[in-house]
């Protein structure tokens, strides 16, 4: 089956310590996303990526860092440098950046900051 | 820039009650528009969508119209089941724009 998964489901981190959120799909799409939701909120636009070894900042990218190494898989880091990293992390992909499409998305992962 | 404005929620309707969701948007040009739908701990996940003016799109029974003229995306569905308490986002996208412009959300509840 097609789609996109994230990993793990839950994660929790102690302050100072980096971590990283994995996202793969084999939807054989170009465009990756990533979106952090607060409780109660949107989504708000953290990376995105058209193609491999290219990524733009998003709208709240500090404290984030990715790569595209490969296409299907579009890796997020939390860095300590993200002051309040505690949210629900999501995953999307599209099969191109131009094209106005739908957006999948993965099951999420939830961090919290201990 | 373009935005996304729906109702504020929660929502809460009994069994079998008429829903309205509320969405307008403010683009530039011909976005596409689309409504998404979030069940508790999960991704979002496409419900319907339209591409251009005066289409319906329509899933699982709900419904919404492409309106220019009032740029509106309202969300309707006749008879609403408990499986439905979600939180459901209205979103558009632009042609060339390289993003998607979420709402903010609106939680619905359906009692039994």
């Known amino acids: 089956d097609g789609g996109i998964t994230q990993s793990p489901k839950y994660l929790f981190r102690k302050e100072g310590q980096n971590v990283t959120l994995s996202c793969e799909q084999n939807l054989n799409h170009d465009a990756m996303y990533w979106y952090r939701q607060d409780p109660g909120q949107g989504l708000r636009l953290i990376y995105y990526?058209?193609?491999?070894?290219?990524?733009q900042k998003g709208d709240i990218a500090e404290g984030y860092s990715v790569s595209r190494e490969k296409k299907e898989s579009f890796p997020l880091t939390v860095t300590s440098a993200q002051k309040n990293p505690t949210a629900f992390y999501l995953c999307?992909?599209?099969?191109?950046?131009?094209?106005?499409?739908?957006?999948?998305f993965g099951p999420g992962t939830r961090l919290t900051v201990l | 820039g373009d935005s996304v404005t729906q109702m504020e929620g929660p929502v809460t309707l009994s069994e079998e009650a008429f829903l309205t969701i509320n969405c307008t948007y403010t683009?530039?040009?011909?976005?596409?528009l689309f409504w998404y739908v979030q069940y508790p701990g999960e991704g979002l996940q496409l419900l319907l969508k339209?591409?251009?003016?005066?289409d319906k799109g329509s899933n699982k029974g709900f419904e919404a119209t492409y309106r220019k003229e009032t740029t509106s995306f309202h969300l309707e569905k006749g008879s609403v089941q408990v499986s439905d308490s979600a939180v459901y986002f209205c979103?558009?996208?632009?042609?060339?724009?390289?993003?998607?412009?979420f709402g903010a959300g609106t939680r619905l509840f359906v009692k039994a």
């Open positions: 339209a591409t251009k003016a005066d």
């Open positions: 990526s058209q193609i491999v070894n290219d990524f």
């Open positions: 999307a992909s599209s099969p191109d950046l131009a094209s106005a499409d739908t957006q999948y």
């Open positions: 979103a558009l996208s632009n042609t060339g724009g390289f993003k998607t412009i």
């Open positions: 683009a530039t040009g011909y976005p596409s």
